[in-house]
């Protein structure tokens, strides 16, 4: 819609190059996806078994404060005698916001949206035990603050005004604010006593070499676990610099191709390395983990500033940082 395009115009030659519409239907069709991808992985014969309650909602509450342990708890004993039922249940959520979302229906696209918001908060809690944030061990190399988490933001991101995409300056637009945010939450992570020790900062990669996958990637895996308990000093400094730096240049430089390439490449190690390519081998999966959210939120917001330029260069528009900075000063006023 009219409303939604950002991108240059002739007749607005001092407009910030971001295209919001498509950088937002990006976005929109990626979640979409996923949440279909989790419908799938939800069918496989594990998560219909005693195996679910075991992998998957046990662990959420190991090392949680005894009122969340108690919460996911309870909610072990609600599922545990309609364990099959549940479970379909939760596919068939699944794939409700997964087909609505990739409908293209403006109407059923923000239902789905709305049960994308809803429904992931409920999965952050139950779940994944707050994204084991409370724990004292939360890292991105394992997924925290959490996968629904970050499908819970994507659909909030997603219902905010078209206009409160970019920001006031054109520097940065709310996709890319959530993926910098992210990456310095992440180097605040690594702070934690925990990771300062060998076994501390090999722990996250052990948990994920133990799950069935190809040798591959268990090899891949056992190197960094290896060299994260030989020098857990250096090894976490750098991870810790690595995210800072990133997240703020994500933020502060949105269209740059190689800040843009370096963050991907960054966010498909942790996918490799720290999250075991989400598990997707073992079995007992229930979606990709946390790294592809943040990529897809990186490359839509990314994509958003390309497409921006490229339509603005096809109506022979130029513009330069000295109208953005007056293009600023004329949206504040």
């Known amino acids: 819609m009219a409303s939604e395009a950002l991108a240059t115009r002739p007749e607005q030659p001092h407009a910030p190059y971001f295209d919001e ?25 594990g998560m219909f078994t005693m195996d679910m309650i075991s992998t998957i909602m046990q662990p959420a509450a190991s090392g949680n404060p005894t009122w969340l342990a108690e919460l996911i708890h309870w909610s072990i004993r609600l599922v545990t005698p309609h364990l099959v039922p549940f479970n379909w249940s939760i596919v068939a959520v699944q794939l409700a916001i997964g087909l609505t979302l990739l409908s293209g229906h403006r109407v059923l696209v923000r239902t789905g949206l709305w049960a994308s918001l809803a429904f992931g908060l409920l999965v952050w809690v139950f779940g994944e035990g707050l994204g ?9 190399l394992t997924g925290a603050p959490g996968s629904a988490f970050f499908y819970a933001v994507s659909a909030a991101l997603l219902l905010l005004p078209a206009g409160r995409w ?9 996709a890319t604010w959530s993926v910098g945010l992210a990456f310095v939450l992440a180097a605040a992570f690594q702070f934690s006593p925990v990771f300062w020790t060998g076994l501390g900062l090999e722990a996250p990669f052990g948990a994920a070499y133990m799950m069935p996958q190809p040798h591959v ?16 000093l250096v090894f976490n400094t750098t991870l810790i610099v690595l995210f800072l730096g990133l997240g703020v240049l994500v933020v502060q430089r949105p269209r740059s191709g190689a800040v843009f390439w370096t963050a991907l490449t960054l966010i498909a190690a942790v996918w490799v390395f720290g999250q075991d390519a989400g598990m997707l081998w073992s079995g007992m999966a229930t979606d990709p983990n946390s790294a592809p959210l943040l990529a897809l939120l990186l490359w839509s917001g990314h994509a958003g500033w390309r497409d921006g330029e490229g339509r603005a260069r096809a109506g022979g528009v130029t513009v330069t940082p000295a109208d953005e900075r007056r293009a600023a000063t004329r949206s504040s006023t």
């Open 21 to 45: 519409s498509r950088a937002r239907r990006r976005l929109v069709l990626g979640l979409g996806a996923l949440w279909v991808l989790d419908a799938i992985l939800q069918m496989q014969p």
């Open 132 to 140: 084991q944030l409370l724990t004292g061990s939360a890292t991105l």
């Open 166 to 174: 970019t920001h006031h300056r054109g520097r940065s637009d709310a």
């Open 217 to 232: 990637l268990r090899a891949a895996v056992d190197a960094a676990a290896s060299l994260a308990s030989a020098a857990p």
